[in-house]
């Protein structure tokens, strides 16, 4: 997804609580701009989450991440 058709969509919902990205042909975390997408979203929405398998990346990306989104989300790993 674009960043232009993402930007559209937040916006079309103002009092947006959670976004969720959850892939269901792929993982979210291996598309090119997740980070920017991740970014865009923090912006329109209280929480974000993440499903995720996690075995791509490296830790330092992953770490990267969990700084990213300190301030809005609470990490949990679920087995």
């Known amino acids: 997804l674009s ?3 993402l930007e559209y969509r937040l916006k079309q919902f103002p009092n947006l609580e959670t976004v969720q990205l959850c892939g269901n042909f792929g993982d979210p975390m291996v598309a ?3 980070i920017e997408s991740i970014d865009l979203i923090k912006q329109y929405a209280k929480r974000i989450q993440i499903h ?3 075995s791509m990346r490296n830790k ?9 989104l300190q301030d809005i989300n609470h990490i949990i790993r679920n087995f």
């Open 3 to 5: 960043l232009e058709k």
């Open 32 to 34: 090119g701009n997740i």
């Open 52 to 54: 995720t398998n996690g």
């Open 60 to 68: 330092e990306w992953w770490a990267d991440l969990a700084i990213r």
